[in-house]
């Protein structure tokens, strides 16, 4: 299989979510002229697919990126892994060791001896599985952002400043669910006037899912768990802060205000003045580790964003651990009365836990900077999407280009996989709130639609910064996961990953809870009449005697009760609607037409019907959404040993991928690879 190399050198630039029907109209609306000079200059289909392979989440796509392997034979079917045996319980699936499929990364390093890294891909990259000295990995224990993977030393503040708050209350852990206009923050500082605390046990659950070891259980009983997919609830350390004349300072200028916040978990009390300037308007506010100091560590104006503040934050010991993390000023009256403020989890500065070898995390640090940290703010909040969130994805997107152009200049590597989360990582907070958003369609600023076509003109403006490289031997591939879509109907819970999906199966009859003293219905399944679970995206898994501990179905009954599951989803129809909420469903053997099936997928496996498809992971890779948006995939390709100004007609597939490049560096191909090169568009 090998052959003459048409290129010598590589990079994907995966940008997860990226949606080409989207990335097509915006291109063609001249918004995104980096991608139309890709095109240009390179090979693509006409409205810019690749097929995607299924089911449609992170972890298995990127993946199949990586092997030409489908879901079905490298065996990463979901998000989440699916205990065969105990049908209820799920484990992490971001662990290179869960795949049975050769990534192409490592035939780059071990048998072509080209230097290859793998920069944060969320596809069975981490930990690394050769152990050649030409194989560089990044992180990918998840899709976020590199390091998100370790425990923030502390959680993201939000804080009320007002001087008709009477004292400074400190409310740990707190859950924020604000809509429409107006301040987050205004409304979260009300949400707690006791003190109490709101626990979000799905974010705990996903949390806990890190132990890579150790699975867990959890049903989802109500929409509100749903949301986890969107992550809508925002989940910081609240603080209301009052405002006063400043007193008792080593050095605090004439008519200066003064307020406490606390950070490390509350530990730690920290005081920061609000100055005016020549005019009188109090237009900055400066943060202080103690008031003896002369010197703030932060000085930040109205409506000012820091990003990659160095600090502190003291851990249980009492010790004082170095941190980054940002700080934003929302608002701030021009008399001082009141400001809202947000203060982003922080970031332990030094841990290279996520770096092979060790040595990278120095080399980025030391010529790029720290790893950012974004703010991870409610999505359903357009001021905190404009100002703060597509913001901080700007920031992390320019640091990501200038570490691996770094590596390009310096020749560092032959070969570079690259993974980009910003266009997910704000589809996932905002995307899922567009159809019912009525507010952002009514506001005469930025709507919705605006919102999105921003997040993906931020991404051309980082795709441009590897232009350049075309000029010098780079053949570059420009693809993704899976795009992202807005559902047009609510309220259906199948096809959720992170847990059982209990109502639809409980109103057809399989799912039964265990109920309470009330009768009502509880989180624990009643094993002793459940004949089926949907669990995970799109699998279901039947109560089987002799496979799992509490079954009840005769092996011999199987076959004919999947015929009637089956059957009843087909003629399930959504009660708000009236509509068919499934598109597709079939036996575990029938799936290998999808690139399914086999022992990590459920005994049937389902796909839903367009518009109840929530974002992604749970439909056919084909669907289309509210807003012009769609589930597919994108691919272009242009450089050396690829056809300039190309459109071909091929139907190019995931699996197509790792093939097309091992052709064009005359690599062997995976050894579990299914797909084959897109002859069609390279130049030989």
Known sequence: ??????????????VDGFDPRLAKKFMDQGKMPALKEFTRRGSAREDLVLLGAMPTVTPPLWTT??????????????????????????????????????????VFAEEAGKKTLVWHWPGSSWPPTSDSPNLHVVDGTQPSGINNGIPFLDLLKVITGSEKIASSQYLPNTSHVAQGQGCIIDNAADLMEDGDQAETSVFRKVIAAGNHAKGFQFSITEQEECEIEALGNMVCDTIKAAIKPAAGWAQAPAGAKEFTFFVSGGLERRPALILPNEQGVYDSIQFYKSKKETDPYLTLKRGEIRFDVRDTVKNDQGENVPCNRNYQVLELAEDGSKFNLIINNASQVGRDDYFHPKSLY?????????VPVNFRVNGANEILVRETMLPSWENYCNWQAECLTYFMK?????????HLHNLDGVGHYFWHYACNQEEWKDNNELTYQQYQEEAYCQTDRYLSKF?????????????????????????VILGEIHGVNVPVMAELGYTVMVKDEKGKDTKEIDWSKTRAIAIRGDHIYINLKGRNPHGIVEPADKYELETQIISDLYNYRDPHTGRRVISVAVRNKDAVHFGMGGPECGDIVYFTEEGFNKIHADSLSTQWGYAGTSVSPLFVAAGPGIKENCVTERVIRQADVAPTIAALTGVRMPAQCEGAPVYQIISE
């Open 1 to 14: 299989m090998k052959r003459k190399a048409l290129t010598d050198k590589v990079i994907v630039l995966g």
């Open 65 to 106: 990126l990586a092997t030409g392997a489908n879901p079905g034979t490298h065996g990463i079917t979901c998000f989440f892994a699916s205990d065969p045996v105990n049908i209820d319980t799920m484990y992490y699936n971001l662990d290179s060791r869960q795949s049975k499929a050769e990534p192409l990364w490592n």
């Open 362 to 370: 120095r080399e980025v640090v030391e010529n790029i900077g720290n």
């Open 410 to 418: 310096n020749n560092k590597y032959d070969i570079i996989f690259s």
């Open 467 to 491: 232009l350049p490289f075309l000029d010098q031997g780079w053949t570059m591939i420009i693809t993704s996961d899976h795009g992202l879509l807005t559902q047009e109907y609510h309220g």
